[in-house]
């Protein structure tokens, strides 16, 4: 197993037979000590983060697998805080999907001439670049198409799929009284025939959820989700 690549939350190491491992840490996204999924550097080290974040992301990966919706999930090994997945070929340097229900975070701060903090939005579909520089800057579909990043046919695809695993997390959440306000997703493209599938993770790392008008923090979400039920 050799190590390929160091991220904010997680480390990358790739197999013999060319499948990777995720390495998760127990880093957050955040400012000043504070979380923020929408962040784009390490915040703070929680402890359990990353065991927590490796428990949910394979809660849900599991259940996409059930509904038939396109992972790059193998397996998990919670003991070693790993998960084994399909080698991805990202979208241009990288691309974040973002599901908003709710005007917060980088959405707020942009358009709050025109929303209040907090109003609803109707599964709102937004990419961003993944490019720490330019603070994942937002990109259009035009640009995308342009810029060589997807075509058209891909940006639909990424949007149906986007808001399809959105709702089931969504609906997973509503389950346990917790409202999801928003969502960041990850695709590549997979496997011989190239198909768009989710990647990365789906953990309290990366949305937004409230329970009694409290936003929950990562480890907590994940205690909420799995303490009733573990499949």
């Known amino acids: 197993m050799q190590l390929v ?4 939350t997680k480390d990358v190491f790739v197999l013999d037979d060319g499948k990777y491992v995720l390495k998760f840490k127990d880093d957050v996204t955040g400012e000043d000590g504070v979380f923020d999924p929408g962040a784009n550097k390490v915040g703070l080290a929680m402890e359990g983060a990353g065991e927590a974040a490796l428990q949910l992301s394979k809660f849900f990966f599991e259940m996409l697998h059930k509904k038939g919706i396109p992972t790059h ?4 090994d919670l003991e070693e805080k790993t998960m084994t997945v399909q080698p991805a070929n990202p979208f241009g340097e990288g691309l974040e999907v973002i599901c908003r229900y709710r005007a917060v975070g980088s959405f707020y701060r942009r358009y709050g001439k025109y929303v209040k903090n ?3 939005l109707n599964a709102f579909v937004e990419f961003t670049l993944k490019d720490d520089a330019r603070e994942d ?3 259009t579909e035009d640009a995308l198409v342009m810029l060589g990043i997807l075509s ?3 940006y639909k695809t990424l ?3 986007t ?3 959105a709702n089931v997390v969504k609906d997973q959440l509503a389950q346990r009284d917790m409202d999801l306000y928003d969502i960041k997703f990850e695709f590549g493209r997979v496997g011989h025939d190239h198909h768009i599938a989710l990647i990365d993770e789906i953990s309290g790392g990366n949305m937004r959820a409230y329970k009694d008008g409290a936003q929950v923090q990562p480890l907590e979400l994940t205690k909420l989700m799995l303490e009733d039920k573990s499949s």
Do not use: V
């Open 118 to 120: 907090g109003d609803p």
């Open 159 to 161: 949007c149906q799929l």
């Open 5 to 8: 690549f160091q991220g904010k």
């Open 73 to 76: 999930y193998i397996a998990a």
């Open 137 to 139: 800057p937002p990109i």
């Open 152 to 154: 058209k046919e891909e």
């Open 163 to 165: 808001r399809e695993i």
